[in-house]
């Protein structure tokens, strides 16, 4: 924003009619920027398609965010005992397509792979809060929230060829509300270990259960204790009674 407005102030020279002489400039550049966008269209129809995908079209994980193939089966088989309600399941190595984003109601969720790829560290785009049903002593089914911090996202095909489209998520340790308004969430996150890496449990969840991305604000009493939010939404139920728990995954 400071360049364009730069690029603007070099060439606004009228000492009587600045704002008209301003004005006459913003038209210019859009008119010409539409004008190219237009001709480029027409010269290249195939831009306004959608990219077409291959095995090149996927990276793979970098040195330093592998992840084992017991971690990701296990990840999986807790995955597919909750979906089916059976006590247990037996899986083959499973064979996964990694991603680094998701691309969800008109949004783009992020990972911990793409920061380390793309060297961010200002955005935090890879939070997500999701949804996991269990029943309550009462035997209701109950959605409860959690809230967990993206590594990657991948698919993973059943025997039969049914695609399962996943993230793999580090869950926050514990989830609760604020003391003076239910609807207000906090999570608590683990402590980082001496290497820095965080030793929250992970677990594949379904991108489907996945209600919003979300931002962690630092609560003053503790450096791992956050505030949650969540762009374009406003929490406004009683986050009390469904927040997650650990046992429940």
Not at 2 to 10: A, D, F, G, L, T
Not at 70 to 84: E, I, M
Not at 110 to 135: A, D, L, Q, W
Not at 140 to 152: A, H, K, L, M, P
Request: glycine fraction near 4%; charge should be positive; hydrophobic fraction near 35%.
């Amino acid at each position: 924003m400071e360049k364009v407005i730069r690029v603007y102030s070099k060439l606004i020279t009228s000492n009587l009619k600045g704002g008209r002489n301003a004005s006459l400039l913003v038209e210019r550049f859009a008119v010409h920027s539409f004008v190219s966008s237009a001709n480029s269209s027409q010269n290249y129809p195939s831009t306004s398609q959608p990219s077409t995908y291959n095995e090149a079209s996927f990276l793979d994980l970098p040195d330093g965010v592998s992840v084992s193939s017991p971690v990701v089966k296990n990840t999986l088989a807790k995955y597919y005992v909750r979906n089916s309600g059976m006590d247990s399941i037996e899986l083959d190595d499973p064979t996964i397509v990694v991603a680094s984003r998701l691309w969800k109601n008109s949004t783009v969720h992020s990972s911990c792979m793409y920061r380390r790829i793309k060297n961010e560290t200002r955005r935090g785009n890879h939070h997500v809060m999701f949804t996991c049903p269990y029943r309550n002593r009462r035997n209701i089914t109950i959605q409860s929230w959690f809230v967990g911090t993206v590594e990657f996202y991948f698919e993973h095909k059943e025997v039969d060829g049914t695609p399962h489209f996943l993230a793999f998520v580090e869950v926050m340790k514990e989830h609760g509300t604020a003391a003076h308004d239910s609807s207000v969430p906090i999570v608590i996150r683990r402590s980082h270990s001496s290497t820095g890496q965080t030793t929250q449990p992970k677990y594949a969840v379904n991108v489907d259960d996945i209600q919003h991305q979300v931002g962690l604000i630092q609560y003053p009493p503790s450096s791992n204790q956050f505030f949650i939010i969540a762009p374009y939404y406003v929490f406004n139920d009683n986050l009390r009674v469904t927040m997650g728990n650990l046992a429940t995954l």
